[in-house]
Nanobody, 123 residues
Framework: QLQLVQSGGGLVQPGGSLRLSCAAS????????IGWFRQAPGKEREGLTC????????NYADSGKGRFTISRDNAKNTVYLQMNSLRPEDTAVYYC????????????????WGLGTQVTVSS
């Protein structure tokens, strides 16, 4: 059964950093494009970025540009989202998603989703 297992969320102070992980269970991540999304309370889900199977990256959403970096380690079957200089407005549930064919910031393009991990930025 294809599963995306997320980890790395938590509570961090403004200006701090977190690294989110998205690991594949039951399949090989090498063949999939992976996107990161987030959803804050009362807001629509926002696409942050995507990484292709070969490591190419889509443009980052303005909200994370210059602060967030997506990467992948196929040997570990894992994709990461490094988040620096975190702000209270980054508070949200963060999701990773996988798709064989698409790499975009549009959530409708993805077939498989992780369960989400909560990120809270607060002093």
């Amino acid at each position: 059964q294809l599963q995306l297992v997320q980890s790395g969320g938590g509570l961090v102070q403004p200006g701090g950093s977190l690294r989110l992980s998205c690991a594949a269970s039951g399949f090989t991540l090498d063949y999939y494009n992976i996107g990161w999304f987030r959803q804050a309370p009362g807001k629509e889900r926002e696409g942050l970025t995507c990484i292709t199977t070969s490591g190419g990256r889509t443009n980052y959403a303005d909200s994370g540009k210059g602060r967030f970096t997506i990467s992948r380690d196929n040997a570990k079957n894992t994709v990461y989202l490094q988040m620096n200089s975190l702000r209270p407005e980054d508070t949200a549930v963060y999701y990773c998603a996988a798709d064989l064919y698409h790499c975009s910031r549009s959530d409708g393009d993805y077939d498989y989703w992780g369960l989400g991990t909560q990120v809270t930025v607060s002093s």
